[in-house]
């Protein structure tokens, strides 16, 4: 009976333990910080900074409840960004009409990530793997190798039609906009893959693969759904990002893909759920950028930081894997 209660007790703390962490975090850095790090403004920082992480983490949490994984999501981000200002700056288009533009762009550009995916059959992180490199080129060919941003020439000293930032554009990247966007993202993609029928499936062929197509359901068709999802909300990430910087800079999203995996992957474990869902992904973001400003809080030097988000990345595999059953295990 005790070694019972102690495997129950053992999976709760393990089920739970981005949850615990994100409260042992909040005691300690209020313990050591008084009321700096519980203030208004702070937990404002917190959740300016957990945005961009969160809808490019979304994205990926889409592709890989199917048993994806996308390596090249945060460069798609970054060229899909070139693609947003240019249609609002150098071509004078309206905010509609551009973010219209920067969708369709980014789900055109994800069919060719599609095509090496579930026609050549080339494996999902060798393929990703490659097209960073693409991305990275073709977007540096577009701009020529700069950035765009207000008041800043075309390549071959062409002006711009719009030298200025409207004050629709700048607040997409401010507070409340930017938290309601995300939590908008977190909400849509939880009623997508908890609540409808697509979102089942994509979870059955998360699961197994063999199984689901054994019992009907389309492989392709429904990995197609997955990555067109995935496309659109890499677009919204593309767009808070040139808003939050009012520039789409060279590499802008790159950075952000590491800590979107490790939001994912800390999501992963939540609830003993062990596939990835968008409350657990949310959890995660919060997670990780909850350490990031404490620690910064507490005068930790900058370049200490990647090393704890490889931390929390390592430990949250852990946290999966140690909680698989495997029947197998001796």
């Not at 029928?197 to 699961?207: E, V």
């Not at 767009?239 to 992963?268: E, I, K, W």
Request: aromatic content about 12%.
């Amino acid at each position: 009976m005790a070694d019972v209660q102690k495997k129950r007790l053992g999976g709760f703390l393990l089920d739970w333990s981005a949850v615990i962490a994100i409260f042992l975090c909040i005691l300690f850095f209020s313990a050591y910080k008084g009321t700096s790090f519980l203030s208004f403004a702070n937990l404002t920082n917190i959740l300016l900074s957990m945005s961009i992480t969160t809808i490019l983490a979304i994205a990926l949490t889409v592709t890989l409840a199917c048993d994806g994984f996308d390596m090249s999501a945060c460069t798609l981000a970054s060229c899909s960004g070139y693609v947003f200002m240019a249609c609002y700056l150098w071509y004078g288009m309206n905010l509609f009409l551009s973010a219209v533009i920067c969708v369709l762009f980014t789900m055109a550009a994800y069919l060719f990530t599609l095509f090496l995916i579930l026609v050549c059959k080339i494996p999902d992180m060798l393929a990703t793997c490659a097209l960073m490199f693409v991305h990275q080129g073709l977007g540096q060919w577009f701009t020529g190798g700069g950035a765009i941003s207000a008041g800043m020439l075309q390549p071959g000293g062409v002006l711009p039609e719009r030298t200025f930032f409207g004050e629709d554009f700048v607040s997409i990247g401010k507070a409340p906009w930017i938290i309601v966007i995300m939590f908008a993202c977190v909400l849509a993609a939880h009623i997508f893959l908890q609540h409808t029928k697509q979102g089942a499936f994509l979870y059955a062929i998360g699961s197994n693969r063999t199984a689901a197509a054994l019992s009907g359901i389309s492989v392709k068709r429904y990995r197609f759904l997955a990555g067109m999802v995935t496309a659109a909300f890499i677009a919204i990430g593309a767009m808070v990002v040139c808003s939050r910087n009012t520039a789409a800079q060279l590499c802008g999203c790159d950075n952000y893909l590491m800590p979107a995996l490790a939001a994912v992957f800390v999501g992963r474990s939540v609830g003993g759920m062990e596939k990835p869902t968008a409350l657990g992904t949310v959890i995660g973001s919060g997670l990780i950028v909850i350490l990031e400003n404490g620690l910064t809080l507490c005068s930790v030097p900058y370049y200490i930081l990647p090393a704890v988000k490889g931390g929390v990345l390592i430990t949250a595999l852990a946290v999966v894997y140690l909680s698989k059953r495997d029947s197998f295990d001796s």
